[in-house]
Structure formats: C-alpha cells, structure tokens
C-alpha cells in the first residue's frame, strides 16, 4: 500500500497552500463582511488551475485527479471556507458535464467554467420540500417541438445568482426517480430569476439563493444526458460531492487545530502557557488525531474515485466523519481560546459558522449514515446469497 504523494500531486498541494496563504487567508475577513467574491479571484484560481482539477487538459483542466483535487480543496478551505466552497461547485459542474455532456455541451461550457470567463457553476437540485428527498422534487419539464420549458422553485443554490451555467434538475415524467431529467442553464436565460442571497450563519462570501423557473426555454440540446438519467447524475454528482467536502471539512479543522496550537503556546494563564496544561494537551490530541482519521477516509475515496472503482459508501463515511470530527475540532478551537474564540477577533470563530454546513449540505449526516447502512445490509445479502 502506497501511501506517497506523486511528484503531481505534492505539487498541486505546493502551490494551492501558496496561494491559499498569500492571497486568500489575508482577505477572508473582508470577503466575509462584504458578502462577496470578487470575479477577479476566481479567475486567478483558474490561471493556478483549480477550477477544473480533475479536468481533462483538452477543455482546459489540470487534469491532476481526484486525490489532487481533493489535496487542493482542503489548502483553500483553510484559507477561506466561502471560496472553497465557491471552487467545489464549478469543480463538479465541469465533471458532471465531463462525464454525461455531449461534445458540443463540453466544448462550449467547460472551458468558461474552468478559465475563469464564468464567474462560477451551479447545481439546482434541492427544493422547498426536496432536500434530503431528492426524488421528490416538483420542478417540470416539458417537451415544446425541439425545446423544453422548465417552470418551478429551487432553494439553497450555491452561486445560483452569479453562475454562467446551472445545472437543473426537473420532472419530465411522475415515474418516480425515473421521471427525473437533467438540463443546461445558462444565468442569463429569460424567465430564471434568483433571490435576495440567504443572510448565514456561515460561508457569507458564498451567495445562497433560491431560483425561479417561470418558462424558461432551453433546448434539447442543453438537456443532459438521456430522458428519466437525471436520478442517476445526480447521485453519481453527489458521491463526487461528498469528497469534496470531507476535504473542505479538513481543511477548517486543520486551520483550527494550528491556530489552537499557537495560541495555546503564547496564552497564559496562571503563569503558565495554556500548552502546559494537560487538558489542553489531551484536546489538541484528540483534535489531531480526528483529523489524521478524517484526511485518510478522504484519500481513499478520493482515490478509489480516481481509479475508477466504486466509492459511494467510502465518500459517505468520509463526508460522515470529516464533518463531524472537524465540527468538534473547531468547537475545541473556540473552547482553547476561551472568550477571545467568542470574537471577531480571532479566525476561530469564523471556522466555527463556517464549518456548521458541512453536517449538511451533500447530504446530511444522518443520509450518509442511510448511506452506510444501506451498503453494508446490501453486501450482507449478497454474501448470504439473498437477491
């Protein structure tokens, strides 16, 4: 078992932790108070490749792979959580449109995804009363001559008001997960509007916002993928999803755990520093340790993905225990630095908000226990010989 960086990979990590040190940690804040990502940084993430990691170098990729992908994601999140978040969803707009796109889709929309000329992609699947029950979305298509008419209501659409392309899911047919279909929107197209961006509790530089679909007409050539494959893309998005936030996840706890370390090393408290102390030890242990347990999960899915094996049940347990170890860490964090971690004065407290989401987003946790279990009973019939 291997368990080495390539020379690729290690330098995907280099020069992401560069960047992520020298020009997003220093304006996070402001970005944060702003509520806003400036066009011009997303276009520098793609001059450094991070808008298209896993991406073919034809349409303009790094074409790194999904362990680098990964390795990338968790120096940005570390950095600045919203922008993370920000690079996740073009990421998995471009592979979404990779993997099921016809040539024309893929030659027109990725290269604007991953050279920065779109601001950002987006992925409306979740609705008012379809969150966690993805198969229950309300959304219509239906067929007009060659084209399309979408109407219906999405929430929770990360960059929903400042992508170039959406990817929407809506009901072509009531055949349950069958009738799901998959289509291409561009922002600017007649009849999609976007709401006020939802006021967080974190990641506030990433605009949240719900959509309206009031007939808005696309082609049939913006639909993707087969009639009734909407389910199945979405699915097989979500899994790819699920890494990337096991790697956003340890990218905040990381943050957290080496601002613990050095605060715990200069605060004193009794005429000692907070480090001497074994409580404080035994926190930063665990912390590091949860970590060091979260990072791996992700590796091997992310690894497992990159060699084309299957890897839905090793994402939900990484995204499962990534976000729920790293949400303990970063309230470790805050409980180290005591009432100056309950300020804006300190950058844990920023991890905390921003950290919340990923117990939920992706899937929450309790779908990726559903997840799990639904995996491990199938193997269990399987081994049994039970259809």
Not at 9 to 26: C, G, H, W, Y
Not at 34 to 55: T, Y
Not at 71 to 87: C, N
Not at 285 to 312: G, I, R
Request: include cysteine; charge should be negative.
């Amino acid at each position: 078992m291997e368990f080495a960086l390539s020379s690729e990979q290690t330098l995907v990590q280099e020069n992401t932790a560069r960047f992520a040190r020298e020009r997003l940690a220093p304006s996070a804040k402001a970005r944060e108070e702003a509520h806003q990502i400036d066009h011009a940084l997303i276009q520098e993430m793609a001059e450094h490749g991070l808008l298209g990691v896993n991406i073919p170098a034809a349409y303009g990729g790094s074409e790194a792979g999904v362990v680098a992908y990964a390795l990338a994601l968790r120096e940005v999140a570390g950095a600045d959580a919203s922008v993370a978040v920000t690079m996740a969803v073009t990421n998995m707009v471009s592979e979404v449109i990779h993997r099921f796109g016809s040539s024309a889709q893929k030659e027109n929309y990725i290269p604007k995804l991953v050279g920065g000329e779109y601001f950002a992609g987006a992925f409306a699947l979740s609705e008012t009363g379809a969150g966690s029950d993805a198969a229950g979305l309300k959304t219509r298509a239906q067929k007009d001559g060659d084209a399309w008419v979408l109407n219906g209501e999405k929430m929770w659409i990360t960059s929903g008001d400042q992508a170039g392309v959406i990817v929407v899911w809506a009901r072509t047919s009531d055949e349950g997960t069958k009738g799901i279909s998959c289509f291409l929107v561009e922002g600017d197209t007649p009849g999609l509007s976007a709401g006020k961006p939802e006021e967080k509790m974190g990641l506030r530089a990433s605009h949240t916002v719900a959509l309206s679909l009031d007939h808005v007409r696309v082609s049939d050539a913006q639909r993707l993928g087969q009639v009734g494959e909407g389910f199945k893309i979405a699915m097989l998005a979500l899994d790819g999803g699920r890494i990337g936030i096991g790697a956003q996840s340890c990218g905040m706890a990381a943050a957290a755990l080496r601002e613990s370390v050095s605060y715990a090393q200069e605060r004193q408290q009794f005429k000692k520093n907070l480090a001497s102390f074994q409580a404080i030890q035994f926190k930063l242990a665990d912390m590091a340790t949860h970590l060091e347990a979260a990072w791996a999960l992700v590796l091997q899915a992310a690894w497992l993905k990159e060699e084309n094996q299957p890897f839905s049940q090793q994402a939900a347990m990484a995204k499962l225990y990534a976000s729920e170890k790293a949400n303990a860490t970063v309230r470790e964090a805050v409980q180290i630095f005591g009432g100056y971690g309950y300020t804006e004065e300190f950058k844990v407290a920023r991890f905390y908000r921003d950290c919340r989401v990923t117990q939920i987003y992706e899937g929450t946790s309790e779908i990726q226990r559903l997840v799990i279990a639904r995996a491990l009973l199938k193997q269990a019939a399987q081994s049994q010989g039970v259809s």
